[in-house]
């Protein structure tokens, strides 16, 4: 019988960091031990501690592992569109299609659902850290988008405030995020999750004051798709 590969230090802060996520989730930052933190991971307080410093500095490694390479890359492939009301359509159906359409179901994603809940009933400072890619990068764009397409003529009307815009839009995705979190979904919304994303897009276009014949011209799921 072979004997486990012994873990590197890399492999074990990674899988420390993975285990700790439930108990910050279930009894939150102020609420769990480090004594706590290391029986979750399955090793001493004395090996806990050769990783990381103390809880501040485990919590913080924590809420950075949730930012995949994935999302980061993804944040960079459209940074480098220009702004335009194209590109803004596909920034919010990148938006829904990741937090409502695509949302995993695996435990690990239902546990960062609970520590964002806990984050915003409590300092905020977990959706803060989750929310700075977005802060940095996707609002910033999707102001740049809005002003961009007020230029091209695409918008109905003046155009707003277009920070305030990029957030609510946001903030409409994780809302739905969040009512579906539970097994059993909060709000039965009577069609499937695809046309679910598919309505909220064009729910939070039409919001953000795209023309309607604008956004059935540049709206098309499956070619966005491609993209994903």
């Not at 924590?62 to 492939?77: I, P, V």
């Amino acid at each position: 019988m072979k004997t486990p590969a012994k873990l590197t230090g890399d492999q074990r802060r990674a899988a420390i960091l993975l285990a700790v996520r439930q108990v910050f989730a279930e009894k939150g930052f102020d609420g769990v031990t480090t004594r706590e933190l290391a029986e979750a991971a399955g090793v001493s307080e004395a090996l806990l501690f050769k990783h990381f410093p103390n809880k501040e500095a485990i919590y913080s490694a924590m809420q950075d592992s949730c930012c995949t390479d994935e999302d980061r890359e993804l944040y960079e492939r459209l940074q480098s569109l220009p702004p335009s009301a194209s590109t803004l359509v596909l920034l919010v159906h990148y938006l829904v299609t990741r937090v409502v359409r695509d949302r995993p179901v695996e435990e690990e994603a239902a546990v960062i659902g609970r520590l964002m809940l806990r984050s915003l009933a409590g300092d905020g400072h977990f959706s803060r850290m989750l929310y700075r890619c977005a802060a940095e990068k996707w609002a910033p764009k999707v102001a740049a988008c809005l002003k961009s397409a007020a230029r091209e003529g695409k918008l109905v009307g003046k155009e707003g405030n277009a920070n305030l815009g990029a957030w609510l839009a946001h903030h409409l995705a994780m809302a739905i995020m969040f009512h579906e979190c539970p097994d059993d979904a909060v709000v039965a919304y009577g069609v499937s999750r695809r046309k679910l994303s598919e309505q909220a897009v064009r729910f939070i276009l039409r919001g953000l004051g795209l023309k309607e014949t604008v956004i059935d011209e540049l709206y098309n799921p499956k070619a966005l798709s491609l993209f994903e």
